[in-house]
């Protein structure tokens, strides 16, 4: 059974950091590319960061660069969301994601994890 799971959401002050993890099980997800979407209260999902299975390419959305890094440990299981000068609007829920495909990773994953709520104070 494929599994990803978040961690690593919480309170932060606006200008603060947070570093997400998602941690993916049931598959030899090495080859898989990865990626994080978040979904706000009343808003569509959107997406945030992607990255290769091999971590050469990644990609991000407009409202996060510059200031989100995308990364993945070696042997590819585990992916990372490094958010900084976070502010009142990044608040939502953060979803990990996963396919074998690099080109959907950015828009329809065939993997999806719970959830982690991010919440901005100003």
């Known amino acids: 059974q494929v599994q990803l799971v978040e961690s690593g959401g919480g309170l932060v002050q606006a200008g603060g950091s947070l570093r997400l993890s998602c941690r993916a099980s049931g598959r030899t997800f090495s080859r898989y590319a990865m990626g994080w979407f978040r979904q706000a209260p009343g808003k569509e999902r959107e997406f945030v960061a992607g990255i290769s299975w091999s971590g050469g390419i990644t990609e991000y959305g407009d409202s996060v660069k510059g200031r989100f890094t995308v990364s993945r440990a070696v042997g590819g299981n585990t992916v990372y969301l490094q958010m900084n000068s976070l502010k009142p609007e990044d608040t939502a829920v953060y979803y990990c994601?996963?396919?074998?495909?690099?080109?959907?990773?950015?828009?329809?994953?065939?993997?999806w994890g719970q959830g982690t709520q991010v919440t901005v104070s100003s």
């Open positions: 994601a996963a396919d074998e495909t690099y080109l959907r990773i950015t828009t329809t994953p065939a993997f």
